[in-house]
């Protein structure tokens, strides 16, 4: 079945797969195993493939359960399943989905596509085009939506970008939350740039002062006035 093992530790290598690896030319490492598939290279000490085709798994007591051209270079790391999902960095994992990256420590993508988690204990729920680049960031889901700074989150909608920490979007599109601790609850095209600012919802609002709060449509509260509150229709 054309399958190939690198290494003496005969006895702790299972290679059930077709055309598939077991452990690294010039290393010895031990218990690698390719449970099925073809085309699978379990390469790394203590990794593991439950089957599917052309998957890779470099580092060390990592998993790939199936899927296609799936790859795994960092250690303690998983891919479930999907296409083309890379994992490159420790304790972090990739349910399914396909194209995504999960290159930050202990960071997590459940599913969706070209989604991105590069900060470490980041997090990405599904949807697509999603980038959690802060350290423990949260993006729900949704449609390009971006977190860019630490312990901050995205729960969905589409082109949100929080970009402060401790920042929050709930939904909606075309929201900035960019003030520390800023929240934007949904709607469109609004902007909480100052320290604490408020905007609930709405169209077009802009809270730039400090712990202001702006809410209706193009309710606009600049950034000299701290503590305001604006409603406009």
């Known amino acids: 079945n054309g399958n190939t093992l690198y290494g003496d530790h005969d006895s702790t290598h299972v290679n059930l797969g077709v055309g598939s690896t077991t452990g690294t030319s010039g290393e010895n490492y031990k218990y690698a195993v390719v449970s099925g598939g073809y085309d699978n290279e379990a390469g790394g000490e203590y990794s593991a493939i439950g089957g599917g085709g052309l ?27 999907g296409e083309d999902n890379f994992v490159s960095h420790d304790h972090s994992a990739i349910g399914g989905g396909y194209s995504n990256h999960a290159s930050g420590n202990s960071s997590t993508i459940s ?9 470490e204990l980041s997090f990405v729920g599904g949807g697509t085009f999603n980038h959690a680049s802060g350290e423990s960031s949260v993006i729900g889901g949704g449609v390009g939506n971006t977190v860019s700074d630490d312990y901050s989150a995205v729960s969905g909608g589409f082109q949100n970008t929080a970009s402060a920490e ?3 979007i709930g939904g909606g599109g075309d929201n900035i939350a960019s003030g520390y601790s800023s929240t934007v609850s ?7 740039t100052g320290f604490y600012s408020t905007i609930p919802g709405g169209d077009s609002n802009v809270a730039a002062g400090d712990y202001s709060f702006a809410a209706g449509r193009r309710a606009k509260v600049d950034v000299s006035h701290s503590g305001s509150f604006l409603f406009a229709d």
């Open 186 to 192: 949904g709607g469109y095209n609004n902007q909480a």
């Open 55 to 81: 998957n890779n798994v470099s580092g060390s007591i990592s998993v790939i359960g199936g899927g296609g051209l799936n790859i795994i270079t960092g250690d303690f790391s998983f891919i479930g399943g």
């Open 111 to 119: 599913g969706g596509s070209d989604n991105f988690a590069s900060g």
């Open 166 to 168: 401790f920042s929050t």
